[in-house]
């Protein structure tokens, strides 16, 4: 009840955006965990033709996210939200109707540079729409995209029984509705781009060192995360030889997200310091993978899922908080879009590093994987606390008021 009560107590724009990412996670996991068996089984592709496609996908997200948050500073953060969910609606629809490479690929193209638009813009958005509060703000956020990346993933597995196409233009109508919503609800916010055009807001952003050395830091915060879909499912598989195993890695993290979230968050804030709370969340994330690295089993294993869902629920909020705090207001969008682009670049090398951790280990050196998670936990806490000591990280987000700046209506 305390969790709907304040939701309610954020501007529509700010309902909207959580309901938003609650459908983008459902719809986006609705799909693409299914997407490879998919273009094998049915369609029939070759492995380096899925692998091509898959690569195609994820390096539009990954690559464009500057783009992403340049055009939300310069454009309007609403204007490119709406695009981009409009993109990925298209995007997914042609994976349920094509069945050439071309059209696939197409449809990479189309669902990346979707994610790589609103991805940033949406964070933008809300960071600006929640003023003060903007702390609470993602830490909801943090619930919706969980809930939602829950409950794709069981949705996708009874459609599926059906078949893929209507499976993917379920996830394409899903992104369907969220466009025509945005375009109904969320307020338009004017842009005041700087006048140095683009690249002067790249150069800015790219120079500001405190910046840079925080995004570095915090890498391991997103290569953790990203064992949720590598690292932990496939020791839940191995450790009870079943592979609906890997479900209840994030049935534990739903439950403990919506149980805990916002009142973590909501306490940690009322002490202040949020630095040490980005580093302790970053240090527990680490030592969460110390327990199944020589204690095998599922029950160490979903102790290390809880610890590393409460490490996400106490660091990320703050750290999406800050974000902001680097630069001025009219730049958050090309602060997001970098901070991303870093971050997916980091998360790409990370679970590449995972992976071979995980070959090289599977005979006689098993903790090995798990070890390596944990240092790269404790390396990112250190690198956010050398930072903190250095006083080179804003004291608090940049103050912004909740009402927009420049015009508004509901159009």
């Known amino acids: 009840m305390r969790t709907w009560h304040e939701i309610r107590r954020f501007p529509p724009a700010v309902r909207l955006l959580l309901v938003n990412q609650f459908g983008v996670n459902t719809g986006f996991y609705l799909l693409i965990p299914y997407l490879a068996t998919h273009l094998t089984e049915n369609l029939g592709l070759s492995a380096a033709a899925v692998g091509i496609v898959l690569g195609v996908r994820n390096l539009s997200q990954q690559g464009l996210f500057i783009i992403g948050g340049s055009a939300s500073d310069r454009l309007g953060a609403r204007g490119v939200i709406i695009a981009g969910c409009a993109l990925r609606t298209l995007g997914f629809a042609l994976f349920a109707l094509g069945d050439g490479l071309a059209v696939l690929l197409a449809a990479a ?89 683009v690249l002067g807001d ?57 149980a805990l979230q916002l009142r973590i968050t909501r306490a940690l804030k009322s002490l202040g310091n949020r630095a040490g709370w980005i580093t302790g969340g970053l240090a527990m994330m680490g030592l969460s993978f110390v327990l199944p690295a020589f204690s ?35 730049l958050t969008g090309t602060y997001f879009g970098i901070f991303y682009a870093v971050s997916g670049v980091a998360a790409a090398l990370g679970n590449a590093a995972v992976g071979w951790a995980m070959d090289s280990g599977a005979r006689n050196a098993v903790w090995l994987p798990w070890v390596s998670c944990a240092l790269c936990g404790l390396l990112s806490a250190l690198g956010v606390a050398w930072l903190h000591r250095l006083g080179a990280l804003p004291a608090r987000s940049a103050p912004q008021s909740a009402v927009p700046v420049g015009e508004r209506s509901t159009a």
Do not use: H
């Open 296 to 330: 095998p089993g599922l029950l160490p294993l979903l102790a290390c899922a809880l610890l590393l869902y409460l490490g996400l629920m106490v660091a990320q909020p703050f750290v999406m908080e800050l974000i902001p705090g680097f630069g001025r207001p009219e």
């Open 202 to 258: 790249w150069r800015e952003v790219l120079g500001n060192r405190a910046f840079l050395a925080f995004s570095f830091a915090v890498v391991g915060l997103f290569t953790l995360e990203s064992q949720l879909y590598l690292l932990l499912p496939d020791g839940a598989r191995r450790a009870t030889g079943w592979d609906g195993a890997a479900g209840l890695v994030f049935l534990v993290g739903t439950v403990a997200n919506l």
């Open 109 to 197: 193209v189309l669902s990346g540079v979707a994610g790589a638009l609103f991805n940033p813009a949406v964070r933008a958005y809300l960071a600006q729409e929640a003023g003060e509060r903007r702390a609470e703000a993602f830490a909801l956020f943090n619930v919706f995209a969980t809930s939602g990346a829950l409950v794709g993933p069981l949705l996708g597995s009874v459609l599926l029984l059906v078949d893929f196409r209507t499976s993917a233009l379920t996830a394409a109508g899903i992104f369907a509705v969220l466009t025509a919503a945005q375009a109904l609800v969320l307020p338009v916010r004017k842009a005041e781009p700087s006048a140095g055009g």
